[in-house]
């Protein structure tokens, strides 16, 4: 590793590079507040100064649990989390006990928090209610240490929160040329960011939005690594079958 590290410029490594003189101050974009649209999975928990009561309104067990700013939940056959949840309907609403449908679409999730906590004064003495959407999720791949698909639990990340759960870029990454992949109108646009300079805080990719996949490109470094690996390995095999045949025959 130190002879690799060795061979790396600290340009292409140190993040967040810049004129000190001109460069101080960066304006960024405004923070990206998700709209919850058909399909989404929404998590609602309710409390009330009558928690019995509440409970009526919690039908799905509290199955999602926030670690170190991560979100974890049961896994099912194809690794994928399970999100226990309310269905955002095709036409935009959820279905949630005693009150009934409840459009959200095109709502954020503090103003549904919001309309569903209004509702709910009919039935519970001040009534709190928090919401969560389920389908906010990440996908970190590449030259990473932990490439993974991660859930959003407020709504709300940066580029570079999503490459720290990643556990950041591997010293093979390249920091210069970190594509982001964007879905959005049915097609998908795909933005190239170097997060060693300033100017990544002014991108409109800075803030990631639902199901964005961030790769990080391996470097020559790490081609060359692999194809040294490769060149090697043969020998490798052929020393060793050849060392167990010496054994086998002295036996």
Not at 25 to 47: C, H, N, T, W
Not at 116 to 139: D, G
């Amino acid at each position: 590793m130190g002879a690799v590290t060795g061979c790396v410029s600290a340009k292409k490594i140190v993040y967040f590079q810049g004129d000190m003189e001109t460069e101080n101050f960066v304006r960024m974009p405004e923070p990206y507040v998700p709209l919850i649209k058909a399909g989404d999975v929404l998590s609602i928990q309710v409390s009330s100064l009558n928690a019995e009561a509440a409970t009526f309104f919690n039908p799905y067990t509290a199955m999602v649990m926030a670690t170190n700013g991560r979100i974890t939940q049961p896994t099912n056959t194809n690794g994928l989390p399970e999100m226990s949840g309310y269905l955002v309907t095709p036409d935009g609403k959820i279905d949630i006990p005693m009150i009934g449908a409840v459009r959200v679409s095109g709502l954020t999730t503090s103003q549904t928090r919001e309309v569903i906590r209004e509702k709910l004064k009919v039935y519970l003495k001040e009534p709190t209610v928090n919401v969560r959407n389920l389908n906010f999720r990440v996908s970190v791949l590449g030259e990473v240490i932990k490439p993974s698909l991660f859930t959003v639990p407020n709504d709300q990340i940066t580029l570079i929160e999503a490459l720290s759960l990643a556990g950041d870029a591997t010293i093979y990454g390249r920091r210069d040329n970190v594509l982001v992949i964007r879905e959005e109108n049915g097609q998908k646009t795909f933005a190239r960011l170097d997060i060693t300079r300033r100017t990544l805080f002014r991108s409109a990719y800075y803030y990631l939005h639902p199901n964005d996949i961030v790769y990080v490109e391996p470097g020559k470094a790490r081609v060359s690594s692999a194809d040294r690996f490769y060149q090697v390995m043969p020998a490798i095999l052929s020393a060793l079958s050849f060392a167990a045949i010496i054994l086998t025959r002295s036996y």
